[in-house]
Nanobody, 114 residues
Framework: QVQLVESGGGAVQSGGSLRLSCAASGSFLGLNTMGWYRQAPGKNRELVAIYPSSGSPHYVDSVKGRFTISRDASNTVYLQMSSLRPEDTAVYYC?????????WGRGTQVTVSS
């Protein structure tokens, strides 16, 4: 089992920055992919960025150059968000894969005002 707890959401003005964190805990040796999805009101959940255990991070086109994903050896994944836009407003969910199973956090709200 994997538990994911997000933190760092909030409200900012357009052009501002936020840093999201997601700490994974449970009985495991290491996680495969970790990442972030988001869901805006009335829209489907979409991938924002993922960081595989080996390989390069992947970003959705709309956040390239503005968001940076990173992870550390303690199974914590971060999302540094800069130049935020109103369209980035959403609930951001942490995501992790262990073996063949995917796990989700409860989400953290990010609100960007114009």
């Amino acid at each position: 089992q994997v538990q994911l707890v997000e933190s760092g959401g909030g409200a900012v003005q357009s052009g501002g920055s936020l840093r999201l964190s997601c700490a994974a805990s449970g009985s495991f040796l290491g996680l495969n992919t970790m990442g972030w999805y988001r869901q805006a009101p009335g829209k489907n959940r979409e991938l924002v960025a993922i960081y595989p255990s080996s390989g390069s991070p992947h970003y959705v086109d709309s956040v390239k150059g503005r968001f940076t994903i990173s992870r550390d050896a303690s199974n914590t994944v971060y999302l540094q968000m800069s130049s935020l836009r109103p369209e980035d407003t959403a609930v951001y969910y942490c995501y992790a894969v262990l073996g063949l199973r995917a796990y989700w956090g409860r989400g953290t709200q990010v609100t960007v005002s114009s």
